[in-house]
């Protein structure tokens, strides 16, 4: 049995990449990476009444230094959908809406130890 040859087709895609395509890949990573930085230049968090309330009679008290990395962090994770943060420092646990760009509540590191934290979707962990 003889089976003659046939050279094949060349094979082409239903849709070709365009110049298009490329460039639209290309500036949604510019307006991604615009966004990250506008994101991570914002103002520091505000605290709700009940958590300024829970810091003064817990005697919790936080450095610039340690807000700012606080805030970046939660703005971080806000950027990964995240939207109810709990935030662990050497001093104190945090819930956060990162949404509202608030802390709503906080306790010490010791009040916060063997508790079960409700309502949250994401953990941050500041600890050196």
Do not use: C
């Not at 709503?104 to 010791?110: A, D, H, M, Q």
């Amino acid at each position: 049995m003889h089976i003659p040859y046939q050279p094949l087709a060349a094979v082409q895609t239903a849709h070709p990449p365009t110049k298009n395509s490329v460039k639209t890949a290309q500036s949604n990573t510019g307006s991604f990476q615009e966004a990250l930085q506008a994101a991570t230049t914002k103002e520091p968090l505000k605290l709700s009444k009940h958590a300024e309330m829970r810091m003064k009679e817990r005697q919790i008290h936080m450095s610039e230094e340690q807000w700012i990395r606080v805030t970046e962090k939660v703005q971080e994770a806000k950027a990964k959908g995240i939207s109810q943060p709990l935030v662990l420092t050497n001093d104190a646990a945090l819930v956060v809406s990162a949404q509202n760009e608030t802390v709503v509540t906080v306790l010490s590191e010791r009040e916060a130890t063997d508790k079960i934290f409700t309502n949250i979707d994401g953990t941050i962990v500041l600890k050196p």
